[in-house]
């Protein structure tokens, strides 16, 4: 099993970062947390809680939000990512697929997936092999390769903005809140898709998700983060066992499933006490 506290095969730290908004608007106070090779890591928590703007400080993409790092160090293989400008990154292996999809609606899916491909200067054969393994992984996609993305299914958008980021032969992909808007069912088949592409691609993951339970059936470690902190991590599995995180996040107890409104009347409760 891997733990993504294992320094040995560390692809990325994020060590005690603070994030601020606008010059004043502190959002993240002082967020860890690592991402093994190999790792498929949550990053979980409610509306706000501040997952997209991890994500978004490590793929340096905060400057045109007046956003900025203000404390703290985010390394990629040992590398600080503040050197980096996106496209440098993705050239070092870090691809953010961001929330929302994405996809360029005016082009088919075939050209939105070589567009993924830009940063690319190893031939238009190894670009057409590459886009064979994303028809491999994702039948859909080959079905529909001639179609207008702008006129796909909002599961097939995510489908294309993931092999996009495929094209550029990532080694992690940071993966902002794949179940947005689709189907549980479809949701469940994205997840699967997530783990073939890292058993047998070797690519990493950090996923920002608000639906923990499929996020921590999928993910080997997650964080959970509240407010700008992380207030928990462990391996998913112990994690899924833990009576706070099924009171909280997957809005069970030890009586049996809550309601939505008894969890968040208890969520006030904790406000209080804390
Ligand atoms: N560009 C910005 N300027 C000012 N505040 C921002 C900006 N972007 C985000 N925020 C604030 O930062 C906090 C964290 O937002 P963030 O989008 O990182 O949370 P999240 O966990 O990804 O939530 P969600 O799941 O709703 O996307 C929120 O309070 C949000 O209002």
Known sequence: ML????????????????VIYNHVILVLKGVSLTV????????????????????????????????????????YRNRPVADLNPSELVKTGV?????????????????????????????????QEDLDMVYTY????????RSQAGYTSGGEQQMCAIGRALMSRPETILLDEPSM????????EIFQIVRDLNEKEGVSFLLAEQNTNVALKYAHYGYILESGRVVMDGPA?????NPDVKEFYLGMSEEGRKSFRDVRSYRRRKRWLS
Do not use: W
């Not at 953010?96 to 690319?120: D, K, P, S, W």
């Open 3 to 18: 733990d993504a506290t294992d320094a040995q095969d560390t692809l990325l730290e994020v060590k005690n970062i603070e």
């Open 36 to 75: 093994p090779k190999g790792g498929i890591i949550a990053l979980l928590g409610g509306n706000g809680a501040g997952k997209t703007t991890t994500l978004k400080a490590i793929s340096n993409l905060l400057h045109s939000e007046r956003g900025e790092v203000t404390k703290g160090s985010i390394l």
């Open 181 to 188: 808007g689709l189907a549980p069912q479809l949701v469940e």
């Open 95 to 127: 691809i953010q697929v961001m929330e929302g999809r994405h996809c360029f609606e005016h082009l088919t899916i075939e050209e939105n997936l070589l567009t993924g491909a830009y940063t690319r200067r190893d031939g238009a054969a190894r670009v």
């Open 138 to 145: 994702f039948p859909r996609l080959k079905e529909r390769r």
């Open 237 to 241: 599995a112990d994690l899924r066992e």
